[in-house]
């Protein structure tokens, strides 16, 4: 399954004809609809419309839910309509009609004010059907739209996949880089405290026992490599770094499980640097640091 970034967007159109049947007394209209996501812990949606879509609300919901799971996902429709480039012509039957209207009002209401022409057309278009049921044409664009959308998403996904497991890598080589520094600063501290051990032998002139003296420095020498040992630092580390490589190998939704493992490398990367006991340790692990809020960055924008 591919990786879909929470952040996209997408918009659809559709015009209206004036050679269609039920639009030829109207004038030709315009439904356009966007929708923009960006990241959020959850699903919230948002819906804009206009009075004429508002009942289509529910439907639209649907459609969303159906196919995004996560995400701040704000949805816009508009209805533009070209007043001016068609006006609704009165059929002779219902120019007849008012006229005989006019007249019963007239016999009765002799100071009533007659018919104008703007009268005249605005009772054209309510005779020609009134308002567009734009449901099938709504439902229509919403399904575009939200296909182009999970498509922006998705190869936007692909980018921030590639990113992340580039930053793996430099982990890795950074884990394996850490690994041997161990045994080098345990050795060197062993053989510190062995040289202490015979400096002090040779200003004791035999006053102390050899062998206490010299269980005591491997004593110490243990008990410094145990501080120092971050083994289990950096076998966890390359298991959390196994996990995320699979998890975005696998696709699908992985957000917020890609969220706790980048909290489990931050915190064996901070132990491994509290342990660190040389300069070269101390980098490894502020390096790592830096790796990991980079891919923390990215990972919260992925669904």
């Known amino acids: 399954m591919p990786v879909y970034s929470m952040t996209g967007y997408a918009s659809a159109q559709y015009s209206t004809s004036a050679a269609e049947p039920e639009t030829r007394n109207t004038a030709p209209s315009q439904l356009g609809l966007e929708i923009r996501s960006v ?110 959308l999970l498509s922006a998403r998705q190869r936007e996904g692909e980018r921030l996949a590639a990113m992340l497991l580039e930053r793996i890598g430099q982990l890795r080589t950074l884990t394996g880089q850490a690994g041997p520094l161990v045994p080098q600063l345990v050795a060197q501290q062993r053989q510190r405290f062995m040289d202490r051990w015979k400096e002090a032998m040779d ?46 190998t696998k696709g699908g939704e992985i957000g ?18 509290s342990k660190s006991a040389a300069l070269e340790l101390t980098h490894i692990s502020v390096d790592m640091k830096v790796l990991i809020e980079q891919i923390r960055e990215q990972v919260q924008n992925i669904e």
């Open 39 to 148: 990241n959020s812990r959850f699903l919230d949606l948002s819906f804009r419309l206009p009075e004429e879509l508002r009942q289509f609300e529910p439907v639209l919901r649907e459609m969303v839910l159906a196919r995004i799971k996560r995400g701040k996902v704000e949805v816009r429709a508009a209805i533009e309509s070209n007043a001016q480039a068609l006006l609704p012509e009165p059929t002779p039957r219902l120019l007849q009609r008012l006229n005989a209207v006019q007249d019963s009002v007239k016999a009765w209401l002799p100071d009533a004010r007659p018919l104008s022409v703007a009268d005249v057309i605005r009772l054209s278009v309510n005779e020609s059907g009134g308002a567009r049921d734009w449901r099938e044409d709504l439902v229509a664009l919403a399904d575009k739209a939200l296909t182009a």
């Open 203 to 248: 200003l004791s002139e035999g006053s102390a026992l050899p062998e206490a003296a010299q269980d005591r420095a491997l004593t110490e020498a243990t008990a410094f490599a145990i501080r120092i040992d971050v083994a289990e630092e950096i076998t966890r580390l390359n298991s959390h770094l196994d996990e995320l490589e699979r998890l975005i």
């Open 256 to 273: 917020k499980r890609l969220d706790f493992l980048i909290q489990e490398l931050h915190r064996e990367a901070n132990t491994m640097g």
